[in-house]
């Protein structure tokens, strides 16, 4: 499945954020690297974006864990009420015609708010309401969009895949003794 590459932007960023949260590496350092990545324009992480983005990550979070599609309908509906106001059509930089949630006038936390939002809603709306989930590895709580060519990816990561599947052996061994 072609995903819009210009979207998938603001679907990594609402990966990243919620994740810096899962895995407790939240920090203003890590944020500004997260945004600089998406190419947001910023000067720098003070507490207050700090606070804001935290709020919002938590938000952006009930759309991966939704478990079904309606769930995530709900979830996706609630954030664009929030995120976005305004929705151009774009095209720059040799891309074909896409869509701008962003209004380049707004502060930082309503720019990051309308990018993730509308871009989790585009892929939502390509993905036919899945392809997105919370890691399946025990311990871990990070989420993830999956652009996989089957759409059946389970894990946040190769490494908690393959964690996973060790713990897994560990077991079943175990068992045997
Ligand atoms: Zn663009
Ligand atoms: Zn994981």
């Known amino acids: 499945m072609p995903f819009n590459h210009d979207n998938m932007i603001g679907v990594r960023l609402a990966?990243?954020?919620?994740?810096?949260r899962a895995t407790r590496s939240w920090t203003s350092e890590?944020?500004?690297?997260?945004?600089?990545?998406?190419l947001v324009r910023f000067d720098t992480v003070d507490p207050e974006l700090e606070r804001g983005l935290s709020a919002w990550a938590s938000e952006l979070r009930t759309v991966f864990a939704a478990d079904d599609v309606d769930g995530r309908m709900a979830s996706v509906n609630a954030v664009l009420a929030v995120g976005v106001r305004k929705?151009?059509?774009?095209?720059?930089?040799?891309?074909?015609?896409?869509?701008?949630?962003?209004?380049?006038?707004?502060?930082?936390?309503?720019?990051?708010?309308?990018?993730?939002?509308?871009?989790?809603?585009?892929?939502?709306?390509?993905?036919?309401?899945?392809?997105?989930?919370?890691?399946?590895?025990?311990g871990c709580d990070c989420v993830f969009a999956d652009v996989s060519k089957n759409g059946r990816r389970a894990y946040c990561s190769a490494a908690c895949g393959n964690r996973d599947a060790v713990q897994?052996?560990?077991?079943?061994?175990?068992?045997r003794r």
């Open 87 to 138: 929705v151009q059509l774009a095209t720059h930089d040799g891309l074909p015609p896409h869509l701008h949630f962003a209004d380049h006038e707004s502060g930082v936390l309503d720019r990051v708010r309308a990018m993730t939002s509308g871009g989790l809603a585009v892929f939502a709306t390509e993905a036919g309401g899945g392809r997105m989930g919370i890691c399946a590895r025990q």
């Open 15 to 20: 990966e990243r954020l919620v994740n810096l």
């Open 168 to 175: 897994r052996y560990r077991a079943r061994s175990a068992h």
């Open 30 to 38: 890590a944020l500004a690297s997260a945004l600089h990545d998406a």
